[in-house]
């Protein structure tokens, strides 16, 4: 641990290191975390040792512990990820326990999640919720058959499709619609931290200052073709635009438009009810 400390600090806050060392105790030493921490001295192998070191030298260059170990939790999942899909994070966790909440007493639901990376919303919510029927779809290959292996891995019957929502249409309609799209502005992109910047898919994270809703503007396009009557939006977003969407969604005839904000009290999420279909608005 101490060398780990020593190695890291400037690069990350300490009791992020802390974390991060004792999750590589817990893989490399194949030990359970409380294990660990009541046998703190126990030694290391020499193989164990060097797997260690690797682990900390890659770190040093900022990369992230998830794309280390190839895999991250989300919830109670555990999930494969690359440098293809964004490493799920907390707030993601919370939009989907989230709409739990909202949707666990309906079944046979179509579910539709437009950006779906590693998958982790889908597989998450069908865990919760297997009553109903999910898709999920992204623009690119590389992430669609990273999506498949995870859902391979849960023995899920989740649909995966690669499409783009900036060039495709949707096909089918659906009861919930959920997006956490690229809403981080480029000009934001200075405030981020290296391990993100350097390491995660900028397809993912980053819109233009200039074009700061793009994927929100299509999403509801689609979505109010594509929900039923009655039909749920889930959205994740930046915390400025949380006006700016409201008076969106209001303009395309969404209503019950609500704005939440996450663990860190900032504005985080968004959701609406399509309650009817206006053919031109
Ligand atoms: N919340 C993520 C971050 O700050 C961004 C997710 C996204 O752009 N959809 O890194």
Redesign the pocket.
Known sequence: MAFALEELSGIYPEEEIRAITLWLFEEFLEVERVDYQLNIDKGMSESELLKFNFAIKDLKKGKPIQHILGYTWFLDLKLQVNEHT?IP?P??EELVQYIISQEESNSALKILDI?TGSACIPLALEKAMPQNEYYGIDFKSEIIELAYKNSQAQNSNINLIQLDILKEELSGDYDVIIS?????LES?KKE?HKN?VDF?PES????KDSDPLLFYEKIILQAKKHLNINGRLYL?I?ERYGNELSELLNKHGFESIKILNDFRGRI?FCTAFLRQKKSSV
């Open positions: 964004l994070r707030e993601t950006g956490n799209p690229p809403y981080v934001e981020m993100v995660e993912a994270l980053y819109v994740e930046n985080r």
